[in-house]
């Protein structure tokens, strides 16, 4: 199974009216060329374990 290691960027998504916070993740054991972007809420959810809370500052607004 795929577990996160670190956030590498953030940023936010607008889909229509909403706007998504999204993390670019490096999975552990798999090579940063692979790193893919995610919804806050689905890493969340999925890895409840994985602290993003220090790292999710977009442009001084904390996207948690």
Do not use: Y
């Amino acid at each position: 199974m795929l577990c996160p290691d670190k956030v590498l960027d953030v940023h936010i998504l607008q889909h229509g009216s909403m706007k998504i916070p999204q993390v670019l993740i490096m999975w552990q054991h798999v090579p940063l060329t692979d790193a893919t972007w995610e919804d806050v809420a689905v890493i969340q959810q999925a890895f409840p374990s994985f602290n993003l809370e220090d790292k999710v500052i977009f442009r001084g607004i904390m996207l948690l």
